[in-house]
């Protein structure tokens, strides 16, 4: 299967059956930079799956780079954390060669339009998490 194959079928899903697909690939935050400063950005690496319901769980930062067959996953992860149309999150995966940061401190709407807008792409940040 294709990454544009895998696209399509997420975009059948609910959230709710992306949210068990999600956990059922263990998908994990791949953080893509030599010397982050984890105290700062409050980083869950590795972690396993994470309780949807608990805002309190979400990963702080997400720090992603889109390589190879690690896209659909990312795609996956987007359109389940930023409630993002899986046209919305395969735009923003291909139009990131580099890493989307994200910071606490700020609310989860900016968060979603702040990584975003930092591939160029757009989003309707009332649809944010």
């Not at 299967?1 to 956990?23: G, K, N, Q, W, Y």
């Not at 890493?99 to 989003?123: I, K, M, N, Y």
Request: proline share 7%; charged share 25%.
């Amino acid at each position: 299967m294709t990454v544009d194959e895998l696209a399509h079928a997420i975009a059948a899903l609910s959230l709710d059956e992306a949210r068990d697909l999600i956990a059922a690939l263990q998908v994990r935050l791949a953080i893509d930079s030599p010397e982050p400063d984890w105290r700062r950005m409050g980083v869950i690496y590795g972690a396993p799956p994470l309780p949807w319901d608990d805002d309190a769980y979400r990963p702080h930062l997400l720090v992603l780079r889109a390589v190879g067959a690690d896209r659909a996953r990312v795609i996956l992860h987007l359109r389940v954390t930023l409630s993002l149309s899986v046209v919305e999150a395969k735009a923003a995966v291909d139009a990131a060669p580099c890493e989307l940061a994200t910071f606490p401190d700020r609310g989860a709407a900016r968060l979603a339009a702040d990584a975003l807008t930092a591939v160029g792409a757009t989003v309707d940040v009332r649809r944010a998490p």
